[in-house]
């Protein structure tokens, strides 16, 4: 029996990265939990997030199915347990924290129900979603919950839907959009006292709006890879809560 997994390689990226920053920026700050047991509540997590992200390949084969719908259910319906299980000793005195991260889980069922996927909506809805394990892993692990952490991560990594709009449309109105958008969120990491050397890595972004080149799709997903490393050292080094 073939089992249900999220084959989109960005996504493994976006919440790789989202939970080794939360880890980084734990560590920087020094404010880790007491306890011998971090190691495992950090991993329990992570699988938990894992099994939670890997419910949409069988709620979308559902949606689309003409016929019987049970196995696609079935599949759902144990991710979906197994990954709450996982995460509810952690979360479940302090669930009400991370209530408002359902109604961006909610949100994006609707728009994968109403066929728009692949919407840039939809697409910044679903990184929304995968980048809320950083603040999540973060709270497992220090005890904070950092609104700071979650704005970094989610916006780093929003500029990867517009880069790719940027590369497949080649269009003078992406490119300015890329531009007007890193301006903006170095204005929004300046008001909210977050680090800019952060931001370093969104050179490339301009570079590329300014001086498109041709690459293939897959090149351009190894940079951001590149950028998304170069990103959680960074947040390593210099993140302050």
Known sequence: MKVPLVREWGSWVVFGASCLAAIAA?????????GSDIIERTIATIAGLFFLINTK????????????????????????????????PFLRSDIGRFAPFLILAVSY????????EHHVIAELNGFALLTASAPL???????MVSIKL???????????????RVRLRKTLFYRVLMIAYCAVILNIF???????????????NVISALWPRE?????TGNIELAKSIVFVILVGIFWEQ
Do not use: C, D
């Open 57 to 88: 390949p069988p709620l979308v084969a559902a949606f689309r199915a003409k016929g019987t719908k049970g196995g696609h259910i079935a599949w759902f319906l144990v991710f979906t347990a197994t990954g709450l299980l996982l995460l509810a």
């Open 215 to 219: 690459e293939k799709l897959k090149t």
């Open 190 to 204: 300046y008001v909210l006292h977050m680090n800019l050397v952060l931001l370093v890595p969104f050179a490339e």
């Open 109 to 116: 069922v609707l728009l994968v129900w109403s066929g728009k």
């Open 150 to 164: 979650y704005a970094a991560v989610l916006l780093f990594f929003a500029a990867g839907v517009l880069k790719v």
């Open 137 to 143: 892993l973060y709270f497992v692990i220090t005890g």
């Open 26 to 34: 734990g560590f920087s700050t020094q404010k880790w939990e007491a």
